[in-house]
């Protein structure tokens, strides 16, 4: 009985490895390509308002900035937003019925963990909800209102993402992709690519935060010394 | 025969969840007192070292720098040289007869993930062991020699040393401790005390680090308009 009950799981999943245990997956009874279009919608309105915001602020933000400006409140967005609706009811989503569980349902051919409430993948992503979000959004008014909060806030907040996707997909890598559909289309265009963003971005905002608080703390050094010499 | 092994194995080695498969688990023929007055002399090396560097310091420093040399030091040394020795050793520590496999062999009593090759376990330690390792060093060449790089150096190492140990602590709670020796003497004593260690000091640390990077990008800042204005 157990053995057919088993057997019937493994079948009635389409996840990866082929034996998780998900006797409450339900597949979806809406359409995949509605919660693209809610997901894209929701990121193009978050670029907006921040287009909204770089136009407003005080001092004239280069090319750069506004990227990052951009590039943070889309991250706070997926974080708090996405990730942090994972961390809440990551029990539940293999068989819920929204939006969100639908796109967690796609994105887990890619990683089934999300589905299997993995310990590691929760508490990564209650932190990245939590936290990096919290430091995307102070990074990106620190950029608008050219705070000197703007650079550690960058630091942190790209330190974190990169931090725990080097976690995530270190556990992947040393446990063989088994949590990954080998398919190419889920392989490359969710599993690597999705992340490799995560990967490329974060370092470079990291060695820019470095690079601007290095010199920020040189003048602020030489400040002081000069302050003394008068 | 199957099952007459496994009993075996539960029998064969003292640790939790009591029936972790550790097959190539041999308890220690090395006296574990050795083991300690080991570190407790590598860790005393590492502080006269320290003191000595601290003492040729360029700059007079105060006590609180005094302090987090050592500090980052210490940390260094237990990242690249302990915990190095576990993420390169993990597949046959729990088999190995040396001072570092039998201080490896006393922790796993409070987490037996040490013993089991836990993939995020070895990938969080090798990442300690090679960044946290690494910046820490830094960070205490920042101080010594008064150099811009110590606060985004100390705020790195400790971000990574938090995160790092709040995923490690929050993965062991979710699983409801499981792999902790339920025994006050390796929950309180080695458990929880140890990693509240590394959970207060960072803590202290990021913050320590943000207040005078603010402090300073706030001078860099000022200094920037006085020398438009002139």
Redesign the interface.
């Known amino acids: 009985m157990d053995t057919a009950k088993e057997t019937l799981n493994k079948v009635l999943h389409p996840y990866y490895p082929r034996d998780a245990h998900l006797p409450h997956y339900v597949a979806s009874t809406l359409n995949i390509n509605e919660a693209f279009i809610t997901l894209g919608s929701a990121i193009t309105v978050t670029m907006i308002i921040s287009a909204v915001l770089i136009s407003q602020a005080q001092k004239k933000l280069t090319c750069k900035d506004k990227y990052i400006v951009v590039w943070m409140l889309v991250c706070a967005g997926i974080h708090m937003v996405l990730e942090g609706y994972f961390a809440f009811n990551h029990k539940n989503l293999a068989g819920m019925q929204t939006v969100m569980a639908d796109l967690w349902r796609e994105y887990s051919h890619s990683d089934s963990r999300y589905m299997t409430s993995d310990?590691?993948t929760?508490?990564?992503e209650?932190?990245t909800a939590l936290v990096d979000g919290s430091f995307a959004i102070v990074t990106a008014y620190g950029v608008l209102t050219?705070s000197?909060?703007?650079?550690?806030a960058q630091?942190?907040t790209s330190?974190?993402q990169l931090?725990?996707n080097?976690?995530y997909m270190?556990?992947n890598l040393?446990?063989g992709f088994r949590y990954t559909n080998p398919h190419p289309f889920y392989f490359y265009g969710y599993f690597v690519s999705m992340n490799a963003i995560w990967m490329v971005v974060p370092t470079y905002l990291i060695f820019d935060?470095?690079k601007n608080?290095?010199?920020?703390?040189?003048?602020?050094?030489r400040?002081?010394i000069v302050k003394k010499a008068n």
């Open positions: 310990p590691f929760v508490i990564m209650g932190i050219d000197p909060i703007r650079y550690p630091l942190i330190l974190m931090y725990g080097i976690l270190g556990i040393m446990e935060a470095c608080i290095y010199r920020g703390m040189l003048i602020a050094k400040a002081a």
